[in-house]
C-alpha cells in the first residue's frame, strides 16, 4: 500500500498480559536487560512507564504498565496506546483465569497479537498442552489451522528472544503504522506523573503522534497546563524533539496530569469533545445511573458482576475519572462511581462545573451498601411536601357525610391534596365547587375515608407532586 505524502512510519508500541507468574515481567527484564548489555548493537530508551529498544535496525517500544490498562487509558478518545500484544503462557502451566481475561481485552481493542509460550525449559513443560488448550477455546495458532503467530521462548536463558522481536517487527510492517502529523496535532498519553520537591511535576509521556519539542505549550483538552521546560530520553539524555512512539519525561507542567490524560500542544476542541460524548442513552427511571471507574480491571469487573443488574450502566472502564467522563456522565444525569480510582484537580472543576457527584471507594463492600442504599431510596414513595394548613371551625354530617368547615390559615389547599393519608375529595365555598382555596379563606371539605378530627384542630396537607 503506497503511503501518503503526510505520513510517516512510527515504531510499534508493545505491551504484555497473561497469567500471573506466567513470565511477562522476566520476558521485559530479559530484553531490557540484553539491549543494555550490547549499547553498541542499538542501545536502549528507558523510563518509569516504558522503555525503547533497537532491533535489527528498527526500534519497538515496550510499556512497562499492565497490559489492560494500556488498552484502557485512551478509551475516552477513541483509541489505545498499544499497536502490538504479546500473550504470555508459562508452559508449564498452560492457560489460566488470566490468560482468558488477557484474550478478551485483546480481542476487544482488536489489537494484533502473538503468543509467546515461556518456561519451556522448565520441568513438566507441555507446549504441546498449551496450543490444545487454546484450540479449545477458539484460539488456533498458525499451524495448527489459525492465523495467530507464537514462539517458543525461555526469559531465564533467553532462548528465543529475537524471534519474539522479529514477530513483533513482522506484525508492525503488517499493519503499517503511521504517523498523520500533518493532519492532526502532536498528542501523547500519560503514563506515569510524580512531584519533585524542586523541580516539580515531572511527567512519562509517551508521544503517540505528531512531534513534540522544547518550548512547547501543553494542553490538556483546552486547559493550558505548562510548557516543555526539558526533555529527556529515560537514559538522561536530553532532546529538543520527540517523535511518535518515543517515552519521554517532560518536565514544565505546572501540576500533575493523571495517569492517562492526553496531553497535546494545541488546545483541542472541546465542543467536539462534548459532542462525542452526548449519547444520551435510555434509562430505567426506577434505577440509578453510574459511570464505573475502577484502578484495575479485577476490581472493575468484580464491581461489575455485582451491580450492573441493579443500576443503569451508561459507561465503565479503567483508570482515573477523564473529563470525557464527566461529559458523558453529565447528559444522562448520571453519577460517577469509583473503586480506588482517582480525579485530578482539574477533572474535578470541571465535575463541579457540569454538577457531577464522584463517590469513590476503597472497600468494595462499601460500595456495595451505597448503591443499595440508593435503590432503597429510590423504592420508596417520595416525601409529601406541605401545601397548606388548615383550622377546623365546624364539622357537619349531612346524610352519613363529614363535611369539614374551616379557614386557611397557611398555603394553599387542593383537591387531591392528602391529610394524614386521606384525599381531599371535595371542596366547596358558598355551594360552589372550587379546585384550590387560598390563605383565609373559609370553605368545605370532604376527605376520603373520613378521620376523627376535632373542632379548632389545626391539621395540614400534603402532596406528593408539588
Known sequence: MKKQKNETTRPPIVTILGHVDHGKTSILDKIRSSNLQAKESGGITQTIGAYQIIHQGKKITFIDTPGHEAF?????????????????????????????????????????????????????????????????????????????????????TGKGLDKLLELILLLAELEELKDSSKK?????????????????????????????????????????????????????????????????????????????????????????????????????????????????????????????????????????????????????????????????????????????????FSIIYHLFEYVDELLEQKKAPPLAKETGQIKIKKIFNINDKIILGGVVLKGKVSLGDKINGSSIISLQSAKEDLKTVKKDQEFGLVLKPSLDIKEEEVIITHNNNV
Open 72 to 156: 484502557e487509558a485512551m478509551r475516552s478518545r477513541g483509541g489505545q496506546i498499544a499497536d502490538v500484544a504479546i500473550l504470555v503462557i508459562a508452559a508449564d502451566d498452560s492457560v489460566k483465569p488470566q490468560t482468558k481475561e488477557s484474550i478478551k481485552h485483546i480481542k476487544k481493542s482488536k489489537v494484533p497479537y502473538l503468543v509467546a509460550i515461556n518456561k519451556i525449559d522448565a520441568p513438566g513443560a507441555n507446549v504441546d498442552k498449551v496450543k490444545k488448550d487454546l484450540g479449545e477455546m477458539g484460539e488456533y495458532l498458525e499451524g495448527l489451522g489459525g492465523d495467530v503467530p507464537f514462539v517458543e521462548v525461555s526469559a531465564k
Open 184 to 360: 492532526s496535532p502532536p498528542q501523547g498519553v500519560v503514563l506515569e506523573s510524580q512531584h519533585h520537591p524542586h523541580m516539580g511535576p515531572i511527567v512519562t509521556l509517551l508521544v503517540k503522534q505528531g512531534k513534540f519539542n522544547l518550548k512547547d505549550p501543553l494542553f490538556l483538552d483546552t486547559t493550558p497546563i505548562g510548557k516543555i521546560r526539558t526533555m529527556n530520553l529515560g537514559t538522561g539524555e536530553s532532546v529538543k524533539t520527540a517523535l511518535p512512539s518515543t517515552p519521554i519525561q517532560i518536565i514544565g507542567f505546572k501540576k500533575a496530569p493523571s495517569t492517562g490524560d492526553i496531553i497535546s500542544t494545541k488546545p483541542s476542541d472541546l465542543a467536539q469533545i462534548k459532542q462525542k460524548n452526548k449519547v444520551k442513552m435510555k434509562l430505567d427511571p426506577e434505577k440509578p445511573s453510574f459511570v464505573i471507574k475502577a484502578a484495575v480491571q479485577g476490581g472493575l469487573e468484580a464491581v461489575l458482576d455485582k451491580i450492573k443488574p441493579k443500576i443503569n450502566l451508561v459507561a465503565s472502564s479503567v483508570g482515573s475519572v477523564s473529563g470525557s467522563d464527566i461529559e458523558t456522565a453529565a447528559i444522562n444525569n448520571a453519577k460517577i462511581l469509583g473503586f480506588n480510582s482517582k480525579m485530578s484537580a482539574s477533572v474535578k472543576k470541571l465535575a463541579a462545573t457540569e454538577n457531577v457527584l464522584f463517590k469513590n
